[in-house]
């Protein structure tokens, strides 16, 4: 069983700046691809981006492209994402997600196996 937790998400006016953490329980985080995804009232839950186990592939929706970079730390557990020039449409619940198989980082919600309670990201205009 892996379990993620979400952090720093928060009120933020537009063309700031956030970074979330997303922690990952297990030994094995170095096999995870990781995704991250979004969820605004009365939408479906989207891509955002996706980073695989090796790290060697990294995709981002056209959305945030430019905008939003993922990254990860092996020795911390952890999937990051800095999000830069923040506009009010990216308010949503973020939520991150694993596919703990050498995951390869997909756009396609249904490959993960585990997600995160979600952390709550509000811009301001």
């Known amino acids: 069983q892996v379990q993620l937790v979400e952090s720093g998400g928060g009120l933020v006016q537009a063309g700031g700046s956030l970074r979330l953490s997303c922690a990952a329980s297990?030994?094995?985080?170095?096999?995870?691809?990781m995704g991250w995804f979004r969820q605004a009232p009365g939408k479906e839950r989207e891509f955002v981006a996706a980073?695989?186990?090796?790290?060697?592939?990294?995709l981002y929706a056209d959305s945030v492209k430019g905008r939003f970079t993922i990254s990860r730390d092996n020795a911390k557990n952890t999937v990051y994402l800095q999000m830069n020039s923040l506009k009010p449409e990216d308010t949503a619940v973020y939520y991150c997600?694993?596919?703990?198989?050498?995951?390869?980082?997909?756009?396609?919600?249904?490959?993960?196996?585990?997600w995160g309670q979600g952390t709550q990201v509000t811009v301001s205009s």
């Open positions: 997600a694993a596919d703990p198989n050498y995951g390869l980082g997909y756009r396609d919600l249904y490959k993960y196996d585990y």
């Open positions: 980073i695989s186990w090796s790290g060697g592939s990294i």
């Open positions: 297990g030994r094995t985080f170095s096999r995870y691809g």
